[in-house]
């Protein structure tokens, strides 16, 4: 049995959230979230996705870019137990906005889906209560990486959405 939320067909999509448990809504709402973020490119031209609307270094591109790095710490890094510098990423959020001339849609957007599986083949034995201990905070569950792992999706995909209008009003 499937839920329909009552903002079908608005903006946010349409969510198709199973009734079934935890972990199979978790991915999918992770899921969706990160399909939501790769298709705020969709359609655009190269300088479009590159263009800051804002004061700070965040554009379309840097988005997806930020959002790939943030997957790769928190599956890789925290769950998988690899540190950042053997992942050859860089060290700080605010880095991981910046384009270089190397970023395409193409390049970033591949990056991300490899992120992505990546991140699958790491979770996909464990159980949400699995205590993780590669994050340089401390230990973390499993169900917790999920959840701040959503949290910043849906964060940023708001953030996509805002400066998609703002590209698409301005051309």
């Known amino acids: 049995m499937r ?3 009552p903002y079908e067909g608005t903006s946010m999509g349409s969510f198709d959230v199973p009734l079934d448990d935890e972990r199979t809504q978790l991915d999918a709402f992770v899921e969706e979230y990160r399909s939501a973020v790769e298709a705020t490119l969709d359609g655009l031209a190269e300088e479009q996705v590159r263009r800051r609307l804002v004061s700070s270094e965040t554009t379309l591109l840097g ?3 930020h959002v790939t790095w943030m997957q790769r710490m928190w599956f890789e890094e925290c769950v ?3 540190p950042r510098r ?3 990423v860089v060290e700080s959020p605010d880095e991981s906005f910046r384009l270089t001339d190397d970023d ?3 390049s970033v957007t591949a990056a991300h889906r490899e992120a992505c599986a990546t991140a699958g083949s790491i979770v996909a034995d464990l159980p949400l209560d699995t205590v993780v201990t590669g994050h ?3 230990p973390r569950t499993l169900h917790w990486v999920y959840l701040q792992v959503l949290r910043e999706l849906a964060h940023h995909c708001g ?3 805002i ?3 703002q590209l698409l009003a301005s051309d």
């Open 63 to 65: 988005l997806l870019k």
């Open 136 to 138: 340089w905070t401390g």
């Open 3 to 5: 839920l329909r939320p």
């Open 159 to 161: 953030h996509a959405d």
């Open 104 to 106: 395409t849609v193409a």
């Open 80 to 82: 998988g137990g690899t």
């Open 163 to 165: 400066l998609r209008e």
């Open 86 to 88: 053997e992942l050859g």
